[in-house]
């Protein structure tokens, strides 16, 4: 059974810093693309990161120089480094995966989530 479970979420001040986790089992971590996604209360879910099967990593307009993704194979985690968070980041962050790519993961995780006060 794929399961992907994140952690790491919490309230942070603006401008802070949070390092979320999403810890993989059930499948053959290195040959799927494992995203990060947000999505907060009457907005759309929107992309933040992915890392593909082949190693590229992928982010997204709004987080890109803020965030950094990376990936523990030995231990099927991937981490997403958040930095100078802004209170537009708060959201529920899910990661995500599949065989296939980054574009519409299969697997998905319960989400964490992440608020930034002013």
């Known amino acids: 059974e794929v399961q992907l479970v994140e952690s790491g979420g919490g309230l942070v001040q603006a401008g802070g810093s949070l390092r979320l986790s999403c810890a993989a089992s059930g499948f053959t971590f290195d040959r799927y693309a494992i995203g990060w996604f947000r999505q907060a209360p009457g907005k759309e879910r929107e992309g933040v990161s992915c890392i593909t099967s082949d190693g590229r990593i992928i982010y997204g307009d709004t987080v890109k120089g803020r965030v950094t993704v990376s990936s523990d194979n030995a231990r099927n985690t991937v981490y997403l480094h958040m930095n100078s968070l802004k209170p537009e980041d708060s959201a529920n962050y899910y990661c995500?995966?599949?065989?296939?790519?980054?574009?519409?993961?299969?697997?998905w995780g319960q989400g964490t989530q992440v608020t930034v006060s002013s």
């Open positions: 995500a995966a599949d065989q296939d790519g980054c574009e519409a993961p299969t697997y």
